[in-house]
């Protein structure tokens, strides 16, 4: 495999990792009951599946991605995150903390995102993201504007680790896939149900 393309293969995974790790503070824990009062999000495991895709290079999976949302359907507008979705990525290959950043990094400076920006956003991330082994999942559910971290070490097991409450970063994050701009354009469709 090219060096370049498992590097790619490396960055996108460190990017769905990225979405768990938020640290719960007693602030953040009060603005998740308040998210979840004003804007029901909790129910996402019953949400329908927009589309589903598969991220390999060569002959090695990466992992497998799900986008669900309350209808099914994903509304495409400017805005990457215009409606509660839910992401889901479950792992097909072990990969560290730092692999995780480091390639969020990249794929942000790919899409244009100012280094500042993407300089504090990473350092909050860094505070939240694990090391992940193969089969385990993330998921990252908004409400269109903040969300939270779901983590899942094994099946039938989930737990809130942390939450996204600055709306930049939230459509900041869910970019790296749902972006017009996104460097996996044939991952993003077969995401949002464009393509089967």
């Known amino acids: 495999m090219k060096r370049t393309n498992w590097r790619k293969a490396v960055n996108y995974l460190v990017l769905g990792a990225a979405l768990i790790a938020l640290p ?3 602030a953040t824990a009060t603005h998740s009951q308040d998210r ?15 589309g589903e ?3 390999s290079f060569l002959f090695f999976d990466v992992y497998q991605s799900t986008l669900l949302t309350p209808s099914g359907t994903y509304q495409q ?16 290959r072990s990969i ?17 995102f100012a280094k500042q920006d993407s300089s504090a956003w990473i350092k909050k991330l860094a505070l939240i993201f694990p090391d992940i082994k193969s089969g385990q999942k993330l998921i990252y559910i908004t409400n269109g504007s903040s969300g ?30 749902l ?18």
């Not at 004003?38 to 019953?46: A, F, M, R």
């Not at 560290?96 to 244009?112: C, F, I, P, V």
């Not at 989930?158 to 896939?177: C, H, K, Q, T």
């Not at 701009?181 to 077969?190: A, C, G, M, P, W």
Request: proline share 7%; charged share 20%; net charge negative.
């Open 24 to 26: 719960v503070s007693s």
């Open 36 to 50: 979840r009062s004003s804007n029901s999000v909790d129910n996402w495991q019953d949400w329908q599946p927009v």
């Open 53 to 55: 895709a598969q991220l």
């Open 77 to 92: 507008s400017s805005d990457v995150t215009p409606h509660p979705l839910a992401l889901s990525i479950e792992y097909q």
């Open 96 to 112: 560290s903390q730092q692999q995780l950043l480091d390639a969020t990094l990249e794929q942000w400076d790919k899409l244009g």
């Open 148 to 177: 939270y971290f779901v983590y899942s070490p094994q099946p039938n097991l989930m737990r809130e680790i942390g939450a996204i409450v600055d709306e930049p970063l939230n459509d900041a994050f869910l970019s790296i896939w």
């Open 179 to 196: 972006s017009p701009k996104t460097e996996y354009s044939d991952l993003r469709k077969k995401l949002i149900g464009m393509k089967r």
